[in-house]
């Protein structure tokens, strides 16, 4: 359903910058009504520099004033590595699994519908990481010292526990 009667601009006037994670809402755990805030959701909520684009649009052209960089408990992005996303992609592109330890591309069959590896994903920086407080603090410092962010933009880091839905702060 369509919603004509809000504005295009956020009405509390800040942006979330969060994971992409299935059991995340940020609604939810943000208390968010439609056409409240904008969402930026990513792979590890992390601060690439397409959600950076995306919270300056958000203030530039749309007024936000504050933003949250939420991560969460149990991030799939924090169970790998970088070169490892790599090396599984060049094996093949299909979808991996866990084995309980780490990633792995299970032995398939080969047919028509499976598509060979690529060595393109050694090129892209997937913003793995293995410490989840710190990963939250260098993406908040790293949007706060962004060139075209202004100073006065507040900007907070959160830790999500997908476990038990509290938000936690977090502080350096």
């Known amino acids: 359903?369509?919603?004509?009667?809000l504005a295009s601009?956020?009405?509390?006037?800040f942006a979330i910058l969060?994971?992409?994670d299935a059991r995340m809402d940020p609604a939810k755990f943000a208390?968010?009504?439609e056409g409240d805030a904008h969402v930026i959701r990513n792979a590890?909520?992390?601060?690439?520099d397409d959600a950076i684009r995306s919270l300056i649009i958000s203030h530039k052209f749309l007024g936000t004033l504050e933003w949250y960089v939420i991560q969460h408990t149990g991030c799939g992005m924090a169970t790998v590595t970088d070169n490892k996303i790599a090396e599984l992609l060049e094996e093949d592109l299909e979808t991996a699994v866990h084995d309980g330890e780490q990633w792995v591309n299970p032995e398939r069959q080969s047919s028509e519908n499976t598509k060979a590896g690529s060595a393109a994903g050694k090129s892209i920086?997937?913003?793995?990481?293995?410490?989840l407080h710190q990963s939250v603090l260098t993406d908040v410092e790293?949007?706060?010292n962004h060139e075209l962010v202004p100073s006065h933009i507040r900007v907070h880091g959160f830790i999500f526990d997908v476990k038990t839905g509290k938000l936690s702060p977090v502080t350096p």
């Open 1 to 5: 359903m369509i919603n004509q009667g």
């Open 9 to 13: 601009p956020p009405a509390k006037r």
């Open 18 to 20: 969060t994971c992409m």
């Open 31 to 33: 208390g968010l009504e």
């Open 44 to 48: 590890g909520g992390r601060a690439t």
């Open 125 to 131: 920086e997937w913003h793995s990481f293995s410490d």
């Open 142 to 144: 790293k949007i706060k």
